[in-house]
């Protein structure tokens, strides 16, 4: 009789433990989730608070990173039908700088083409892994999540570690959700900066306004202060543009300004800033040019404007549709930006009364 209370307690106590083990167990997982979703949680409070896509890129993605607790990792964009590395970890700035995927290359082109997350716990044994093109071959297995934007593809979201199996299956559902949460806040920067993008356009040639490019200019004026270095400013004025007006109307006249801004695009650099001043004015920031190779840059455009077609321009006094052209600098001309504009809009005013069509700097205003 003791004995058979001896083993029913025995088994009691085995089920106890085995009722124990199973709670240990279902207690590490309820904290391993409990950890997760305050990782994730951070991760998203992170990501909202970036509103600019350099701000997501540059600072937020490796606060991500560590969140994570990955030392190698890397977001790609979808460019065309080309992957580049945007933002890295733990990557060789080779890799980051070279290795582009078409989307027939590779896992990666295959987890774009798809829209579907892969988890290869060994590399070795998947024939397609390229290792970036051979510029990272340490490694064992790799985890890549879509970053999907109105079921549009629009990158990757890239982490991969020397030792295989390294990656658990909720290792997958965490950095899916985290996917989620980045393609969320790429697609609200890109918003927001093409909200500003467009706040800061004119509205009918699409050129830069008018307050964008004082706040270039006092920009530009700090950084040429701080690094002793020169910029230079040309305002230019469309002549003979009231009588243009009057010929053939304003509708005329709006889309000859258009073909004005496009001409102006094209001739100037991409770092320069080209913005309507008002009405058939406008003016242009030239980081870093001195004002000789400013005056060939206004000569430049205004040759360009000189040659082009305008429909009706033969009416036009002297048979074609011009501008005039005048120029400052910094230093040289001022130290604040209003000193400059009312320089470079002296020497305009001389390009006028000589005869129009021509190209004037505050150097001739002496003459």
Not at 35 to 52: A, P
Not at 318 to 344: C, H, K, N, W
């Amino acid at each position: 009789m003791v004995d058979k209370k001896f083993e029913n307690l025995k088994e009691e106590l085995e089920e106890l433990r085995d009722e124990h083990k199973t709670i240990e167990k279902q207690s590490r997982k309820l904290e391993e989730k409990v950890l997760e979703l305050y990782t994730l949680y951070n991760i998203s409070k992170t990501l909202s608070m970036s509103h600019q896509l350099d701000d997501l890129f540059n600072g937020t993605m490796t606060m991500v990173g560590e969140a994570l607790n990955i030392g190698e990792w890397c977001l790609m964009l979808l460019q065309g039908d080309e992957l580049f590395i945007r933002v890295a970890h733990g990557l060789g700035e080779d890799v980051r700088s070279k290795v582009r995927f078409r989307l027939d290359e590779g896992v990666s082109g295959k987890v774009a083409r798809s829209g579907k997350a892969v988890l290869i716990q060994d590399v070795s044994k998947e024939k397609d892994f390229l290792y970036y093109k051979g510029f990272k071959k340490d490694i064992g297995s790799f985890l890549s999540v879509p970053l999907i934007v109105k079921g549009e593809v629009i990158g990757l979201l890239n982490t991969h570690k020397p030792q295989t199996n390294a990656f658990r299956k909720s290792d997958l559902e965490l950095f899916t959700a985290v996917a989620e949460h980045v393609s969320v806040a790429i697609e609200k920067a890109r918003l927001f900066e093409k909200t500003k993008e467009d706040a800061a356009r004119d509205e009918l040639t699409k050129l830069y306004n008018r307050r964008f490019f004082f706040e270039k200019l006092g920009q530009e004026l700090k950084r040429a202060k701080r690094y002793k270095r020169g910029f230079s400013i040309i305002i230019m004025d469309i002549d003979h543009f009231k009588n243009y007006n009057d010929l053939y109307g304003h509708i005329q006249g709006d889309n000859a300004l258009r073909q004005t801004a496009r001409i102006m695009e094209e001739a100037l650099r991409g770092e320069d800033i080209v913005a309507r001043f008002g009405g058939e004015e406008f003016i242009m920031l030239l980081p870093e040019v001195d004002k000789e190779h400013a005056v060939m840059a206004a000569e430049k455009l205004r040759k360009r404007i000189a040659d082009a077609k305008y429909i009706g321009e033969d009416l036009l006094p002297g048979g074609r549709f011009t501008a005039s052209f005048g120029v400052s600098s910094y230093p040289e001309d001022g130290e604040e930006g209003l000193q400059l504009i009312d320089m470079a809009d002296k020497a305009l005013y001389l390009s006028k009364n000589k005869g129009r069509n021509r190209v004037f700097s505050s150097n001739d205003l002496n003459i």
